[in-house]
């Protein structure tokens, strides 16, 4: 008996649902939560609950973008690798087409929303735009892809903190870095669950440049974070709550670090730990509202 395939046994408005990965929303969170620390810092605990609004549905937009962008350019890719195999592009369940109607519906809701911001701001969202079309492109070039999400990352601190303020500061970009150290760590571990297609098909990413020493680096990475949100409490003189869940961060990355250390590691646990992530960010997310 022949199994019908997703192409004809799914609705398409479901299809297009997983090109945009709305039904993996940890990687939609995990973008939020940079953005929602900012504007939370930024505006002294007590942000305007419009401009939240508008940065919850801006990074909704940016990375429904961004998810399509990256499959339309890693169609090929994806379609190799086990992981991202069943992606709509990848399995030609969606056309380029459609893929490129979606992501420009996408771009459109992204700058629609960016008109509300003030003029900094809104260039930050333009420059921010180059940065995204990099990543799928960097790891057929660039030894560190994942690099360069951080930095398309970091982008969401420098937007929703100008939100606020309209000017960069130093707690800013002590912000940005604590989101580009911590954004290196979580998605160095993602790559490392596709280390045998990556090498096979001949693409880069973090997990491969680091090679054995992978969940070593992971260690560094979150480790600095916390050097960083420490002296970002101490410059913006956070109180005890915050220090709580830096302790409760701080704790969660040193258990994630001896667990990617043990051999004949499930494939399953390094999704388990990015989503484990996304629960530590929205945990520094409290302390930075009550501190």
Known sequence: ??????????????????????????????????????????????PPLPLVGIIILGTLATSAAGCVINDLLDRDIDSQVKRTRTRPLAEKSLSVKVGIIVASIALGCAVILAFYLNNL????????????????????????????????????????????????????????????????????????????DDRKIGVNSSALFFGSYAADAVGIFFAITVVLLSYLGI???????????????????????????????????????????????FFLLLGMVFG
Do not use: H
């Not at 995204?132 to 937007?159: D, E, M, T």
């Not at 869940?245 to 730990?273: C, H, M, N």
């Open 121 to 196: 701001s809104f260039w930050l969202c333009i420059a921010a735009f180059p940065v995204i079309v990099c990543y799928p492109l960097s790891k057929r070039v660039f030894l560190l892809p994942q690099l360069v999400l951080s930095l398309a990352w970091g982008f969401a601190v420098l937007i929703s903190w100008t939100a606020v303020t309209a000017r960069l500061e130093l707690p800013t970009w002590i912000l940005w870095g604590t989101t580009v150290f911590w954004t290196l760590g979580f998605d160095t571990v993602y790559a490392m669950s596709d280390q045998e």
């Open 235 to 281: 410059v913006l003189r956070l109180e005890i709550a915050f220090w709580i869940t830096v302790v409760i961060a701080l704790v969660g990355w040193t258990v994630q670090y001896f667990y990617l250390r043990s051999t004949d590691i499930p494939k399953s646990v390094y999704g388990e730990i990015f989503r484990q992530n996304v629960i530590l960010g």
């Open 1 to 46: 008996m022949v199994t019908p395939s997703k192409s004809t046994s799914e609705p398409t408005w479901l299809t297009i649902i997983r090109l945009l990965r709305w039904n993996k929303p940890a990687g939609r969170l995990i973008l939020m939560i940079p953005a929602l620390w900012a504007v939370t810092l930024a505006s002294g605990g007590t």
